[in-house]
């Protein structure tokens, strides 16, 4: 069998769409087996080839051709490229993927209802603060936790009325007392603890599921409308 090379330089290429007329026999990239289209009665299928155990290589009228061979003159032999099927994803894959939508959806913006309490912008425009969002990246929430500890040592010295601003999304103080703080701070946690709760049950699922990819677990997260 002779050898294709010449000495050439190689740029990586793994899968092709082969005509039947041609045998692969090989993958690339230490896969067991490797997808190409070939004719049969008039219709396209899909096939596996067997990996070359000795080789690896493409086999082409019993001529052997790197499966990184320069993509153009593999297209010249006939063959054309494929994209490979991407992995099916795991339940471990799902659930990381289920981590990381929660932690996206508690670092979102909270929005809370301030009611009448003042707000001040930094030019001392005074109105009165109605509905406003609350940062909740990571850096925002030891801010909070911080402004929490000021707002617990104001109330269990007596003076739950100290007024302890929070700042909004759009820059405005709110004026909010120590007592307001942490109701506030406890509708953040609440919410936090249902995001986790929702997300936890939904790995559940997943890990019991036949299927994992078939759990819906995009929808139905707290908060959503």
């Known amino acids: 069998m002779q050898d294709a090379t010449g000495g050439r330089t190689v740029a990586f290429h793994a899968d092709y ?25 008039g219709k396209v299928r899909l096939a596996h080839a067997p990996r070359d155990p000795s080789s690896g290589w493409l086999i082409i009228d019993d001529v052997q ?3 990184d061979w320069p993509h153009d003159d593999l297209v010249a032999l006939g063959l054309e490229w494929v994209e490979p099927e991407p992995p099916a994803l795991t339940a471990d894959d799902i659930c990381r993927q289920i981590d990381a939508e929660r932690d996206r959806r508690t670092a979102l913006d909270f929005a809370y209802d301030f009611g009448e309490t003042p707000a001040v912008d930094d030019s001392g425009g005074e109105i009165a603060a109605g509905e406003r969002l609350l940062q909740m990246r990571p850096e925002d929430q030891r801010n909070w ?14 003076a739950p009325e100290t007024v302890l ?5 759009d820059n405005w103080n709110i004026q909010t ?17 249902a995001l986790l709760l929702h997300g936890g049950a939904l790995k559940s699922q997943v890990r019991a599921a036949a299927d994992p990819a078939s759990v819906d677990w995009m929808t139905g997260w707290p908060g959503d409308v």
């Open 17 to 41: 769409i082969v005509p039947a007329k041609f045998s692969l026999q090989a993958t690339a990239n230490g896969r067991t087996s490797v997808p190409y289209r070939y004719q049969a009665n």
């Open 65 to 67: 051709y790197p499966p």
């Open 145 to 158: 936790q911080a402004l929490q500890g000021a707002a617990l040592t104001a109330v269990v010295s007596g």
């Open 165 to 169: 601003p929070m700042r909004a999304e």
């Open 177 to 193: 007392t120590a007592a307001q703080v942490l109701q506030v701070l406890a509708a953040m946690t609440a919410h936090a603890s």
